[in-house]
């Protein structure tokens, strides 16, 4: 699929999130934690990114009772996500505030 939908304040705060830790999978509750937004905001959009191939996710291999908890399927930055991820925060960064220092390119 290709990559035109509508980059949302919370879409940003999504991609901010994994963009700032690109080594690490994220899984859903963390995500809501440190973006603030409530899983029927979160999830459509982790599916959405995952739908356009900038996100890929995996459920984490448990037993969900030996473990006390369900699964958690995490998620993190596909490759041409991470670059959409930049340019869509860089983007965002220059129309709030044109005199705010570039983002450093992770890699």
């Given at each position: ?40 905001t979160l999830y459509p959009i982790l599916a959405r990114l995952e739908q356009h191939g900038l996100v890929t ?51």
């Open positions: 699929m290709g990559n035109a939908f509508r980059m949302t304040l919370p879409t940003l705060q999504v991609l901010h999130v994994l963009y700032d830790d690109l080594h690490s999978e994220h899984y859903g509750l963390d995500l809501s934690r440190k973006t603030t937004l409530k899983s029927g996710s995996a459920w984490e291999n448990v037993n969900p009772k030996a473990e006390g908890r369900p699964a958690r399927r995490y998620y993190r930055l596909t490759g041409s996500g991470c670059c959409r991820a930049y340019a869509e925060l860089e983007r965002a960064r220059a129309a709030l505030n044109p005199a705010m220092p570039h983002r450093t390119v992770h890699g």
